[in-house]
Nanobody, 119 residues
Framework: QVQLVESGGGVVQPGGSLRLSCVAS????????LSWFRQVPGMERELVAH????????NYAHSVQGRFTISRDNTENAVYLQMNSLKPEDTASYYC????????????WGQGTQVTVSS
């Protein structure tokens, strides 16, 4: 079955940390550019971070720069988002996304994991 499965969300106090994981199955993981998006109800889904196929090219939204780190392990078919110094405005559903121009499916979304930052 082709799927992305996220985990690691939860409730954390401001200033705390969480590590999100996304494990892929059923696809050639190494050819996919991987991204984390987040969405708050009533708002558009926004890009948080993405990472190239070899893991050597990363990009971040300005709002998370210096606090979040995206990484991938192609041997484990996994992508991670380490989130430090969390703020209440980081509260959202976080989604893993995979995209490629070189195979099928062209892109794929996970089901999402909820992150709540609250005291």
């Amino acid at each position: 079955q082709v799927q992305l499965v996220e985990s690691g969300g939860g409730v954390v106090q401001p200033g705390g940390s969480l590590r999100l994981s996304c494990v892929a199955s059923g696809l050639s993981f190494e050819i996919y550019v991987l991204s984390w998006f987040r969405q708050v109800p009533g708002m558009e889904r926004e890009l948080v971070a993405h990472i190239g196929t070899a893991g050597d090219a990363t990009n971040y939204a300005h709002s998370v720069q210096g606090r979040f780190t995206i990484s991938r392990d192609n041997t484990e078919n996994a992508v991670y988002l380490q989130m430090n110094s969390l703020k209440p405005e980081d509260t959202a559903s976080y989604y893993c996304h995979a995209a490629t121009d070189y195979g099928l499916p062209r892109d794929l979304w996970g089901q999402g994991t909820q992150v709540t930052v609250s005291s």
